[in-house]
């Protein structure tokens, strides 16, 4: 059914006078009159009493009332709803590989610069949201694969350095377990292996250990003057970004 035919039944039932309600609707009175009669067709049933000025709602007319109010108000909550939603900012997820929470505000300034349009940005942990669904996806495991739902970019490299205790032997190794296989520093047997280099860090700090760290946090170590430097090749570590085919962002090389 047109709702245009409701909404005029509705303003002659408001202002019991057709000529009145084709004023409002911006119509003809003859206009309205043959929207009244195509929906009374349509219903089967007169929808007003008419005896000269005097026009009142049938029993019909009472029963379709609560209806076209209904279906009216509908009609324009739906609308209200779509413009409001179209107006939104679309969101834009970013899931973080465990470690990498430090380069993560590195990440958002290279990602701001590329975004298209509007977006609400939400940073997910990678370890506990599904990686699958972010639209960005920060990742240093070397054995790690983007599926073809994401374009891989290798994004920057994480150096890191070789740290040890100053004026003693390590008693302990720690290890990032996303940084695949690095040479041994010691013969200190494994005891520490963690994701974060921000907690190897701490771990080394107190552990009289020698670890591979980034090498800004190596550098943040040996300040203390406990730690200093070891003479060992640098390793570099790819980081990788996915991005998600359809995502709010142009990715700029």
Request: net charge neutral; aromatic share 6%.
């Amino acid at each position: 059914m047109d709702t245009e035919l409701l909404k005029t039944f509705l303003e002659v039932q408001k202002t019991r006078h057709f000529g009145k309600a084709a004023e409002n609707l911006y119509l003809t009175q003859s206009a309205v009159s043959f929207r009244i009669r195509q929906l009374e067709q349509s219903l089967g049933v007169a929808l007003f009493s008419r005896h000269r000025n005097n026009i009142q709602l049938t029993e019909a007319g009472e029963l379709l009332l609560p209806h076209a109010e209904a279906v009216i108000s509908a009609l324009q909550a739906a609308r209200t709803q779509l413009q409001q939603q179209s107006s939104l900012p679309q969101r834009l997820t970013v899931a973080v590989e465990p470690g990498l929470q430090y380069l993560a505000a590195e990440l958002l300034e290279a990602l701001v610069v590329n975004i298209e349009t509007a977006v609400h940005l939400q940073v997910l942990d990678a370890a506990t949201a599904c990686s699958r669904q972010a639209d960005v996806v920060l990742c240093a495991n070397p054995d790690s694969t983007a599926d073809a739902a994401y374009k891989t970019i290798v994004w920057r490299s994480v150096v890191l350095t070789a740290v040890g205790p100053v004026g003693s032997t390590a008693q302990a190794e720690g290890r990032l377990d996303w940084a695949g296989r690095l040479p041994q520093l010691s013969k200190a047997p494994l005891a520490f292996c963690c994701s974060d280099p921000r907690l190897l860090r701490q771990w080394l700090a107190r552990s009289n250990g020698t670890a591979f760290l980034p090498q800004m946090l190596a550098q943040e170590l040996c300040h203390t003057g406990l730690y200093k430097l070891l003479a060992m090749p640098e390793q570099q570590i790819s980081v990788q970004l996915w991005l998600r085919d359809g995502a709010p962002i142009r990715w700029q090389d």
